[in-house]
């Protein structure tokens, strides 16, 4: 069993939807707590980062962490177009070491 | 403000053969780490450098080894390609390698062994 769990979809939705991506992980030493977003053959781009429980927003973006569930959340509200891409969620512990899920594919059509 | 940047972009090598990747870190960043990313996989680390030293070491071979110079730049060496080692190769900087500290991504080298 991998460290953090990702579906990978595709996952397809129209234009304006609000968007629900997730991550569950098994190691109860993550305090770190991140989302990249990577267009195709490009590196990851930094989205949101979040230290231990709680929500953060940032403009369409809100990530959220529940530590007691080891599970996190990114929800993107009005999706567009440009938002189509693969998102990756990450986290650490210590010595800022990541560790990723696999991906999960979004297709925002028009 | 230039963010972290790989060299080459692309390239092709034979099993067997040795290569050697190299990143420059973002501008204040002292920390360098490498991940591979095998096609529709989430990057796996290999290794951490800060202050010309190997910090952390992911589970991969001693085939896989590596550098940072006095400025911070670094690179990545593998030995004896194997087929499997095609991925996309990228290079991340951070502050210092203490928790907490934002992590960023360059575009990567993708590697391809034939």
């Known amino acids: 069993q991998k460290e953090v769990e990702q579906d990978p979809g595709p996952l397809s939705v129209p234009e304006g939807a609000i968007v629900s991506l997730n991550c569950t992980y098994s190691n109860s030493a993550f305090q770190y707590f991140m989302w990249y977003r990577q267009y195709s053959r490009k590196g990851p781009e930094l989205l949101m980062y979040?230290?231990?429980?709680g929500n953060k927003e940032d403009g369409r973006f809100t990530a959220q962490v529940d530590k007691s569930s080891k599970y996190i959340s990114l929800f993107i509200r009005d999706s567009q177009p440009s938002d189509s891409a693969t998102y990756l969620c990450a986290m650490s512990n210590a010595g800022n070491m990541l560790t990723f899920g696999g991906g999960t594919r979004l297709m925002v059509k028009p | 403000d230039a963010g972290v940047t790989q060299s080459p972009t692309h390239l092709i090598k034979t099993r067997g053969q040795q290569v050697t990747l190299r990143c420059s870190p973002k501008s204040g960043h002292d920390t360098v780490s490498w991940y591979q990313q095998a096609l529709g996989q989430g990057p796996q680390f290999i290794f951490q450098?800060?202050?010309?030293?190997?910090?952390q070491r992911g589970n991969f071979p001693d085939r896989f080894s590596g550098h940072q110079f006095p400025n911070y730049s670094s690179e990545l060496n593998v030995n004896a390609l194997l087929l499997g080692d095609s991925a996309l190769y990228l290079c991340?900087?951070?502050?210092?390698?203490?928790?907490?500290?934002?992590?960023?991504f360059g575009e990567g080298s993708w590697l391809t062994v034939v």
């Open positions: 991340a900087s951070s502050r210092d390698w203490t928790s907490g500290n934002t992590i960023y």
């Open positions: 450098y800060y202050e010309e030293e190997e910090r």
């Open positions: 979040t230290y231990s429980s």
